[in-house]
């Protein structure tokens, strides 16, 4: 478990080697001024540029949906995927917005419902084990949720220590504070005193702390058990949540009410568990999922790799 250190602001970022991660958080910057239709239109395009100079990533998007949706026409998949690839450019705007734009702007774009469970859980002191996909648009729902109600984000440290900080300072703005996703202390601290934690348990984390359980129509899907860690210790509630974008681009943030029958001190059953809310998350709105994480990669030892060229994954 290991102590999250904020990160800092260092002269050695204004160095040669930094100017290219300053380049593009400058632009980020600029960019999230654009109006939102500019934007989304410009992200599309962003998106299947950048895809055609990255055809593995679209090669993990059809194969999950494969995987995943066997009887679903070829038809039906392809059309997905197409607007998953254009959502992938336009999560780099919703990145931009979740940064740097205001509360007033978020507000305008973000409609959050739901927010009456937590306020349920409040009265009550319990804690909420908010419980995320990875929808492209997720750190611009964290920014809403957190302007009415601040909770506790377990960050992934970025290597290049100066967009670290960038992106630090942009994700704890309405966010009471980061916590290191290795702390599992301080995860449970939180959750033990009435905090909000978000949590995302939808991505292949490897075999440590994991069990194969069913997800859509793979059977055996790499699914963490740190969920059942977070909730058997705490006795925390656990909240689904989904962030969509409709066809007008505004958003709409759903708070569900608190799952109820989570299997307790069984970690397995509780990954089968878990994976259903993950379901229902993803068909909120499958086109905005991140569909290119090769989420099947890990695979009980014996069976073949679900995805080709996976050693070099």
């Excluded at 009471?176 to 995860?187: A, N």
């Amino acid at each position: 478990m290991t102590k999250f250190t904020q990160p800092t602001f260092k002269l050695a970022f204004l160095s040669p080697r930094y100017w290219g991660t300053l380049l593009l958080v400058g632009l980020m910057y600029s960019l999230s001024l654009l109006p939102l239709t500019v934007q989304t239109f410009l992200g599309r395009r962003v998106g299947r540029l950048a895809l055609k100079f990255m055809k593995k990533r679209q090669v993990t998007i059809r194969r999950n949906l494969e995987l995943c949706f066997p009887l679903m026409s070829e038809v039906e998949r392809e059309a997905i995927a197409i607007e998953n690839i254009d959502n992938t450019g336009i999560a780099l705007f919703e990145t931009a917005m979740a940064w740097f734009w205001s509360d007033e702007r978020v507000n305008k774009h973000v409609t959050i419902k739901g927010m009456e469970h937590l306020e349920e859980l409040e009265k009550s002191g319990r804690g909420a084990l908010m419980l995320a996909v990875h929808s492209m648009n997720l750190e611009l729902g964290a920014r809403a949720f957190g302007i009415k109600k601040s909770g506790m984000g377990v960050y992934r440290p970025n290597s290049n220590p100066c967009y670290d900080y960038f992106q630090y300072k942009g994700r704890s703005r309405s966010n009471r504070t980061l916590i290191d996703r290795k702390d599992v202390k301080s995860m449970l601290h939180s959750l033990k005193t009435g905090e909000r934690v978000w949590y995302a348990p939808d991505h292949d984390y490897g075999l440590r702390r994991s069990a194969f359980a069913p997800l859509f129509a793979v059977d055996k899907a790499c699914t963490t058990t740190g969920t059942s860690l977070l909730v058997d210790a705490t006795d925390c509630a656990i909240v689904p949540f989904t962030m969509v974008r409709d066809s007008n681009n505004h958003y709409t943030l759903t708070l569900h009410a608190p799952v109820e029958g989570f299997p307790k001190n069984e970690p397995e059953q509780a990954a089968v568990f878990i994976n259903k809310i993950v379901e229902t998350s993803i068909l909120a709105c499958p086109e905005q999922y991140m569909w290119l994480h090769r989420r099947f990669k890990t695979r009980p030892e014996g069976e073949n790799c679900l995805y080709r060229m996976c050693a070099r994954a």
